[in-house]
Nanobody, 127 residues
Framework: QVQLVESGGGLVQAGGSLRLSCAAS????????MGWFRQAPGKEREFVAA????????YYADSVKGRFTISRDNAKNTVYLQMNSLKPEDTAVYYC????????????????????WGQGTQVTVSS
């Protein structure tokens, strides 16, 4: 069982930066790929970024590639999302998620690949 708690959201001006953190409980964190998703009002939850269990491979949505960086620290049971050059269209609730199966990246770019979700943290980018 993995429990996830996000933090680091807030209000920032366009062009600014934020770093989100996701702290995980449990002793299996290092076995699970991790992802970040976001959901804007009236829209579907969409994939943002993912990282495999070792941190050796990362994956990004085209809309954030080159601006966002996902990383993890398995010693601290934490995954991060560094967000730079933020745009108003990045405004959303950001969710952290852990892959449903250990040592798997199956469907890592879709909601179906994840079995555990945090409660979300709001990110608002003003123009």
């Amino acid at each position: 069982q993995v429990q996830l708690v996000e933090s680091g959201g807030g209000l920032v001006q366009a062009g600014g930066s934020l770093r989100l953190s996701c702290a995980a409980s449990g002793r299996t964190f290092s076995r699970h790929a991790m992802g970040w998703f976001r959901q804007a009002p009236g829209k579907e939850r969409e994939f943002v970024a993912a990282i495999d269990w070792s941190g050796g491979s990362t994956y990004y949505a085209d809309s954030v590639k080159g601006r966002f960086t996902i990383s993890r620290d398995n010693a601290k049971n934490t995954v991060y999302l560094q967000m730079n050059s933020l745009k108003p269209e990045d405004t959303a609730v950001y969710y952290c998620a852990a892959a449903a199966r250990p040592f798997s990246i199956v469907a890592i770019g879709t909601k179906g690949g994840y079995g555990y979700w945090g409660q979300g943290t709001q990110v608002t980018v003003s123009s």
